[in-house]
């Protein structure tokens, strides 16, 4: 089957999933000439993924032992590439299902080991720091199960840029204050995780 026949398998709620392709087509508008060069360059959306991986994978070893200052700007290379390849993807027809996955499966990957970074580092819980884990991880697979399904969640809550944000105010300004966002963020996961069972068990 062509992967355009396909249902469209993503991590996004149903209202996401239109504001997303809105945002790639504006986004495609104005870095038309970037992706342009990109193209030109041979560059390809699994390599800015890929780019965006290591990006946020070099982050974990620079906030331990390095520079705190170069390890975030890191954290924001990788959010900034993780923004290009879906636009370059749609600009060189390339947008797949396959793709998608790859690029969920990577920033899953770079919050993964960016909250163990923090427990590790002392600036985050073991406790909330682990759960926040936990609960997000089942949610990004129950929106790609439900997705796959034709129920998609109506709306959901992906909170890795809220703490992406937050990092620099935990360590420079607000020390011990991640932990009470931590285990806000991971209530609202809690809630759509018990949602996104009961939807796909009904529909088995």
């Given at each position: 089957m062509p992967d355009r026949a396909k249902?469209?398998?993503?991590?996004?709620?149903?209202?996401?999933?239109?504001?997303m392709q809105r945002s790639q087509e504006l986004r495609?508008?104005?870095l038309s000439p970037l992706l342009s060069v990109l193209t030109a360059l041979r560059i390809t959306p699994n390599h800015l993924t890929l780019?965006?991986?290591i990006a946020g994978l070099a982050f974990c070893p620079l906030f331990l032992w390095s520079s705190k200052?170069?390890?975030f700007l890191l954290l924001l290379a990788h959010v900034l590439?993780?923004?290009?390849?879906?636009?370059l993807a749609r600009y060189t027809h390339r947008a797949s299902n396959q793709g998608s996955f790859t690029d969920t499966s990577a920033d899953q990957?770079?919050?993964t080991f960016s909250t163990v970074t923090l427990i590790h580092a002392g600036y985050a819980g073991a406790w909330p720091g682990g759960l926040y884990l936990f609960f997000y991880s089942l949610v990004v697979i129950f929106a790609m199960v439900r997705n796959a399904l034709a129920i998609p969640y109506s709306w959901l809550v992906r909170p890795r840029f809220i703490v992406y944000l937050w990092m620099p105010?935990?360590?420079?300004?607000w020390r011990g204050s991640l932990d009470g966002l931590l285990w806000m963020l991971t209530a609202l996961l809690v809630l759509k995780t018990l949602t996104g069972f009961i939807q796909i068990r009904r529909k088995m």
């Amino acid at each position: 089957m062509p992967d355009r026949a396909k249902p469209k398998v993503t991590c996004y709620s149903a209202d996401e999933g239109g504001f997303m392709q809105r945002s790639q087509e504006l986004r495609g508008r104005c870095l038309s000439p970037l992706l342009s060069v990109l193209t030109a360059l041979r560059i390809t959306p699994n390599h800015l993924t890929l780019l965006s991986l290591i990006a946020g994978l070099a982050f974990c070893p620079l906030f331990l032992w390095s520079s705190k200052v170069i390890a975030f700007l890191l954290l924001l290379a990788h959010v900034l590439l993780d923004g290009l390849d879906g636009p370059l993807a749609r600009y060189t027809h390339r947008a797949s299902n396959q793709g998608s996955f790859t690029d969920t499966s990577a920033d899953q990957v770079v919050v993964t080991f960016s909250t163990v970074t923090l427990i590790h580092a002392g600036y985050a819980g073991a406790w909330p720091g682990g759960l926040y884990l936990f609960f997000y991880s089942l949610v990004v697979i129950f929106a790609m199960v439900r997705n796959a399904l034709a129920i998609p969640y109506s709306w959901l809550v992906r909170p890795r840029f809220i703490v992406y944000l937050w990092m620099p105010v935990e360590v420079y300004l607000w020390r011990g204050s991640l932990d009470g966002l931590l285990w806000m963020l991971t209530a609202l996961l809690v809630l759509k995780t018990l949602t996104g069972f009961i939807q796909i068990r009904r529909k088995m």
